[in-house]
T-cell receptor, first 118, second 108 residues
């Protein structure tokens, strides 16, 4: 079935880096744009980044611009989020989600947790 | 960015109740509005897209309405599995997206 599985979360010190992965299965990964969305403790959902189906375009939320990089490997059906210069406010559950024509996100993973101690 | 304001932030309801959640955009977003359901530890689930279109597999007790700046998610005859947090999302300002702050539906 259609599935997204995130991995790579953990506890990381401020200023350090972490790379998240999202493994896709059950659909033609290379045909879809993909998003990262996060939820900080006690907060709502925050869109983080999007990458077009072929990797040609990438967009970021202002809160992560210049620090995070979204990428994908269509040969491995995998989406990535490289997070550098991490801050306490980046502590959150990070979800990957499939894009439908830039109109909605129709498939989501269960998330991976990133903790950056203050 | 287009801020989205949901109300209420939480509500208590009983099984069988009709529940209404509202979402307001800071400017007109036509019908570029989606609703998601989120339970702790689970993947968020798309319920409604384009303001009123029911996602495949979602029970018909869920419905959405509205256009411009004001939108509504209605759950008719609340079921035990509907206790969750609901988020609206605007996709008018593609390629950036914003969510409402969420509405937690709790058991009365």
């Amino acid at each position: 079935q259609v599935q997204l599985v995130e991995s790579g979360g953990g506890v990381v010190q401020p200023g350090r880096s972490l790379r998240l992965s999202c493994a896709a299965s059950g659909f033609t990964f290379s045909s879809y744009g993909m998003h990262w969305v996060r939820q900080a403790p006690g907060k709502g959902l925050e869109w983080v980044a999007v990458i077009w189906y072929d990797g040609t375009n990438k967009y970021y939320a202002d809160s992560v611009k210049g620090r995070f990089t979204i990428s994908r490997d269509n040969s491995k059906n995998t989406l990535y989020l490289q997070m550098n210069s991490l801050r306490a406010e980046d502590t959150a559950v990070y979800y990957c989600a499939r894009d439908q024509s830039r109109q909605y996100m129709d498939v989501w993973g269960k998330g991976t947790t990133v903790i950056v101690p203050s | 960015d287009i801020p989205m304001t949901q109300s209420p932030s939480s509500l208590s309801a009983s099984v069988g109740d009709r529940v209404t959640i509202t979402c307001r955009a800071s400017q007109s977003i036509s019908t570029y509005l989606n609703w998601y359901q989120h339970k702790p530890g689970k993947a968020p689930k798309l319920l409604i897209y384009a303001a009123s279109s029911l996602q495949s597999g979602v029970p018909s007790r869920f419905s959405g309405s509205g256009s411009g700046t004001d939108f509504t998610l209605t759950i008719n005859s609340l079921q035990p599995e509907d206790f969750a947090t609901y988020f609206c999302q605007q996709t008018y300002s593609t390629p950036t997206w914003t969510f409402g702050q969420g509405t937690k539906v709790e058991i009365k």
